[in-house]
Each structure stands twice: as C-alpha cells, then as structure tokens.
C-alpha cells in the first residue's frame, strides 16, 4: 500500500511534464540567450532533467532495495539543487521575465518538495509492512497537498510559455492541450 501511495506520488508530480529540448549559445555569468527557442528550451531541459530523476526514483520505489531508492532520492535531490540553480541564473529575455520566474516557481516548488515531503514519503515506504494506518493517512495527505500545488504550478508556467511563444513569435507543442 504504500510502494503504490509513494508510486502514485510521484507518478502525478511526471504528469504535468513539458518535452525535452536542446539549449545553446549559454555565456559565461548570467545565462544569456538571443534566440527564444533556445531560452524556453533551456527551461524546459532543466524541468526534464528533473523528471528523469523523479522517474528513477520511482522506478526504485518498484523495483529496488532501501539503499537504492535512498541514492536515487539523494541523486534527485542534487539534480533539483543543480537546476534550480541555472534556472536562477538565467537572465530576462528581451526584458521579459515572465517565462523565468513561471520557471523559478515551479522548480522551486519541485525543490522544496524532494527536500521535505519527498524526504518523509521515502521514509514512511521504507517502514515496509512496519508502516502504520497514521503513516499511509500522512503520505496520501502529502500525495494530496503536492498534486494540488503542482497542478498550479504548472498550469502558469504552461501559461508562460505559451504567452512567450506568442510574443517572440515561435510555436511550440503544448502538452497540456
């Protein structure tokens, strides 16, 4: 019951994931690009090398040992430290920060959430057959709580980067459509 709560969990957290792009042109300092594909690409590769984290950390709640599913969260943990970090590094584009700070909240949220809750669900599922009826109550109200917050999250940065294709005149596919 609970390798599927937790499972559940960040199956959810994957849901809402934009497609992997390539970046370029990246300076020295602030992260400056001058094209707009290549700046929302930049984003959007940092959200995904996040998701692939979160997706072997799932992958280890399925299949793997206590010692296994507590490299992939620490792995998971250092890539969401990593990527928040570039992002917050990236300058505005053409003096629109819209797309960045969409960007910023959302992988800050990610952040706060592998180093709190994700942190208390790994340690209510590696309590096995040992987890009470009060830890499966507390993991799905985490489950919960962090579905609802990511679904908003990701809603703006979707709005975000719709309204940035728009303004600097590029297309792209949106998944949520």
Known sequence: MVKIAASLCLSVCLAFILPSCNHENVHAGDIVFYNPVEY???????????IRYMVRLTTAFDNGNDQEVRMQYNALVARSDSSL??????SDYEGDTTLRNAA???????????????????????????ATDADITRLNAIVV???EREELL???????Q???????KFEFDDPNL
């Open 40 to 50: 929302n690409d930049f984003i959007v590769d940092h959200q995904n090398a996040i």
């Open 85 to 90: 970090f570039m992002i917050k590094q990236l």
């Open 104 to 130: 910023l909240e959302l992988l800050s949220f990610y952040n706060q959430v592998f180093h709190t809750e994700y942190k208390e669900m790994i340690d209510i599922f590696l309590k096995g057959d040992t």
């Open 145 to 147: 709580r962090v579905r």
């Open 154 to 160: 990701n809603q703006n940065l979707s709005l975000a």
């Open 162 to 168: 719709s309204q940035f294709a728009v303004k600097f």
